[in-house]
């Protein structure tokens, strides 16, 4: 009697100690349900105010709470990324790949993929190389990686791998032709530099198969013919470009006239070159032309040149090009020569500053030509024509 009476008066205990553990359970999900869009709002907030580091704190919070947020995850592995912090987002990489709340390998793939984006950010090229090749296997993310290799070989100057890399990519969307071609123009370069000719022609013959509008395969095809001293050979070659881009022609005049005066044919090289400009008078030949003109010419001429060149290009480079050719007379008075040197040098120094290459996709800007954009790596982007 005693035990019955025992049960009665226990039992609902339990039951009540059940429902309060209940409702303070309920409360707590309730408060952190409640807690996790705050954390992640402030994280979206302190990104749009380039707090990043406020940011991957917020985050971490939040996954420290909720580790099954996969995707949250490899959101502040990339936030780790994009601040430098490769180290960071190596670890917690490495540490996701392990995680219990990793089911499938399509998951464990894409966590690879960022894994392997971290190594080539880090420097440690072998080690993401590595990774891209085990995922050329997968359904979802092999293009991706093949895309990522592509990226290393160009890194490594590694151009036959970058090759082939390039060919199981393209499709009907994107061939990459302009690539394929630059592509076998680089190993021409290191086979003219080795003077492997025999390389060279067949390297420039497949750069113009892929993409017959390459100029650079045509530049590369002129050298060739010029060092084998066949100049007339070389000058053909070089005359194409013109029709290709004619941007390109300032990176080749130099070397048409050199031809023309191995060929003690000097005449026809300045009506050649002079031609060019009246064409296009927007390309930056001013320099190169009054020169040779001074040279093998006469002042005159060479004054009657900039004047009209100034009319169309009015630059600072013309400009000082001018005055040097007034400076240049025997006649000009020794009291306006100082003032004169002076004028010269400030406007050659102006062009100086403000002359330079760009790309026309990122706007990056150098004193050096590049055909591979060091910015956005664009081939073919750095517009040829040096101007202010």
């Known amino acids: 009697m005693n035990l019955i009476v025992l049960w009665l008066l226990v039992t609902?205990?339990?039951?009540?100690?059940?429902?309060?553990?209940?409702?303070?359970?309920?409360?707590?999900?309730?408060?952190?349900?409640?807690?996790?869009?705050?954390?992640?709002?402030?994280?979206?907030?302190?990104?749009?105010?380039?707090?990043?580091?406020?940011?991957?704190?917020?985050?971490?919070?939040?996954?420290?709470?909720?580790?099954?947020?996969?995707?949250?995850?490899?959101?502040?592995?990339?936030?780790?990324?994009?601040?430098?912090?490769?180290?960071?987002?190596?670890?917690?990489?490495?540490?996701?790949?392990?995680?219990?709340?990793?089911?499938?390998?399509?998951?464990?793939?894409?966590?690879?993929?960022?894994?392997?984006?971290?190594?080539?950010?880090?420097?440690?090229?072998?080690?993401?190389?590595?990774?891209?090749?085990?995922?050329?296997?997968?359904?979802?993310?092999?293009n991706r990686a093949q895309e990522l290799l592509l990226d290393i070989y160009q890194q490594d100057k590694n151009w036959l791998y970058a090759i082939e890399t390039a060919k199981k990519l393209s499709n009907s969307n994107y061939n990459f032709h302009t690539e394929l071609a630059q592509f076998n123009c680089e190993l021409a370069q290191e086979a003219l530099i080795k003077s492997d000719n025999d390389s060279v022609i067949k390297y420039i013959t497949q750069a113009l198969e892929i993409n017959r509008k390459c100029v650079r395969a045509n530049m590369?095809?002129?050298?060739?013919?010029?060092?084998?001293?066949?100049?007339?050979?070389?000058?053909?070659?070089?005359?194409?470009?013109?029709?290709?881009?004619?941007?390109?022609?300032?990176?080749?005049?130099?070397?048409?006239?050199?031809?023309?005066?191995?060929?003690?044919?000097?005449?026809?090289?300045?009506?050649?070159?002079?031609?060019?400009?009246?064409?296009?008078?927007?390309?930056?030949?001013?320099?190169?032309?009054?020169?040779?003109?001074?040279?093998?010419?006469?002042?005159?001429?060479?004054?009657?040149?900039?004047?009209?060149?100034?009319?169309?290009?009015?630059t600072s480079k013309v400009a000082s090009l001018m005055i040097d050719s007034y400076i240049s007379r025997a006649d000009l008075s020794p009291e306006i020569r100082p003032d004169a040197e002076l004028i010269k040098n400030i406007l050659s120094k102006y062009h100086e500053q403000l002359a330079n290459y760009r790309c026309g996709r990122c706007n990056f800007k150098s004193k050096t030509f590049f055909w591979q954009c060091p910015a956005c790596y664009e081939w073919e982007s750095i517009n040829p024509n040096y101007v202010e």
């Open 12 to 142: 609902p205990l339990f039951f009540a100690f059940g429902w309060i553990a209940g409702r303070i359970d309920m409360k707590t999900v309730v408060k952190d349900a409640k807690r996790l869009p705050k954390r992640l709002y402030d994280s979206i907030d302190s990104l749009i105010e380039h707090k990043t580091g406020i940011a991957c704190d917020n985050i971490r919070d939040v996954i420290e709470q909720e580790p099954q947020l996969t995707e949250l995850q490899l959101s502040l592995g990339k936030l780790y990324r994009n601040r430098g912090e490769n180290d960071l987002a190596i670890k917690l990489h490495n540490k996701l790949l392990n995680s219990q709340f990793i089911f499938s390998n399509d998951e464990r793939d894409l966590i690879r993929l960022e894994l392997a984006r971290d190594f080539q950010n880090a420097g440690l090229i072998d080690r993401s190389e590595s990774l891209l090749l085990k995922l050329l296997d997968s359904e979802l993310y092999s």
């Open 220 to 314: 590369l095809l002129g050298e060739l013919f010029f060092n084998q001293e066949q100049y007339e050979k070389a000058i053909a070659t070089w005359q194409l470009i013109e029709k290709q881009n004619y941007l390109y022609l300032p990176k080749v005049v130099d070397k048409i006239f050199d031809a023309y005066t191995r060929l003690n044919k000097i005449k026809e090289g300045l009506t050649l070159i002079k031609g060019y400009t009246k064409l296009y008078p927007k390309l930056n030949l001013c320099d190169f032309l009054y020169s040779k003109l001074s040279t093998y010419d006469n002042l005159d001429s060479a004054l009657e040149y900039l004047r009209d060149t100034i009319r169309n290009q009015p």
